[in-house]
């Protein structure tokens, strides 16, 4: 709703994607991006995030503690630095020079939720809910242009270190403004060996619908990996002309379309 109403308001896209995914990014009742987020197995909160500007320009942070908006802090990298990736300690000393406040990003909730886990240490992510461990949005303003942002704290309980698809160009977010733009959540680790969302934009170029386009990268994914029934892969994408598609392994996903000044949520078609 955030960057809807951005939108409305003639916000640019690259605006809109960051302020809407930091609506997220900031409430504590997602425990999969954030401030809130599920630590790993040592009890870390690290968040990774990318942005990408209609110009190609990106930005993106992996392995960031202390702060809330791993977005704004991407958008920082891409912005300020000659580089598109920061990482870890790095990172984290950035976000300080670039005036972020340090935030403790464990709550007593999910620190709760880690001392049960710690019992029985048994990693089996819950589909839709601990690996679907993102949220992504593309926006097109009304210029035509089309950004994208992507941000999570990654697989619940993950090994410390563990870095997903979500700050990676072309795996966890992609966009051409000639063309569209997508953006992944799920296993990231099957969304990486695949450049699942670089994939997407490619088939597009080549003549896809933007539904077309996401059927084809899972379907990708679920052939090359057997254990496809066992985890969630899920895609949205957009086209220049605003055409919107979405499809996903395991059914129980869904996205938000805000066009028009309606706001629709949107059940994705999806494989098994």
């Known amino acids: 709703i955030k960057a809807g109403e951005m939108l409305t308001a003639d916000a640019t896209a690259l605006d809109a994607v960051e302020q809407g995914v930091m609506v997220e990014e900031a409430n ?5 991006v954030g401030k809130g987020g599920a630590p790993d197995r040592e009890g870390n909160v690290t968040l990774d995030a990318c942005i990408m500007a209609p110009d190609g320009n990106a930005g993106s ?30 990172a984290d000393q950035f976000a300080r020079k670039k005036g972020f406040a340090k935030v403790e990003l464990l709550t007593e909730e999910s620190e709760k939720a880690y001392k049960e886990w710690l019992i029985k ?3 089996i992510p819950l589909i839709n ?12 303003d009304k210029n035509g242009d089309i950004a994208g942002a992507c941000t999570s704290s990654g697989l619940s309980y993950k090994m410390n270190g563990r870095v ?13 403004n000639e063309i569209g733009g997508a953006v992944a959540t799920g296993m990231g680790e099957a969304i990486m060996k695949n450049l699942s969302s670089f994939l997407i934009v490619e088939l597009m170029r080549n003549g896809k619908t933007p539904q077309e386009a996401c059927e084809i990268a899972v379907h990708r ?25 979405s499809y996903c392994i395991q059914k129980g996903f869904s996205y938000v379309k ?4 309606r706001n629709e949520n949107i059940p ?5």
Request: with cysteine.
């Open 268 to 272: 994705s078609s999806y494989y098994f």
């Open 121 to 123: 240490k048994e990693y």
């Open 221 to 245: 994914i679920i052939k090359s990996n057997p254990d496809y029934k066992d985890f969630q892969a899920a895609f949205i994408a957009v086209n220049k002309a605003g055409e919107t598609g």
């Open 61 to 90: 942070v992996v392995y960031l503690k202390n702060n809330t908006h791993a977005v704004s802090v991407a958008r920082k990298v891409m912005e300020d630095t000659p580089h598109v990736m920061l990482a870890g300690e790095g």
């Open 258 to 261: 805000y066009q028009d000044g």
């Open 129 to 140: 809910i601990e690996n679907h461990d993102t949220i992504g949005m593309l926006c097109i």
């Open 28 to 32: 504590l009742k997602n425990t999969t």
């Open 164 to 176: 997903g698809d979500s700050p990676l160009i072309g795996s966890g977010l992609f966009l051409d």
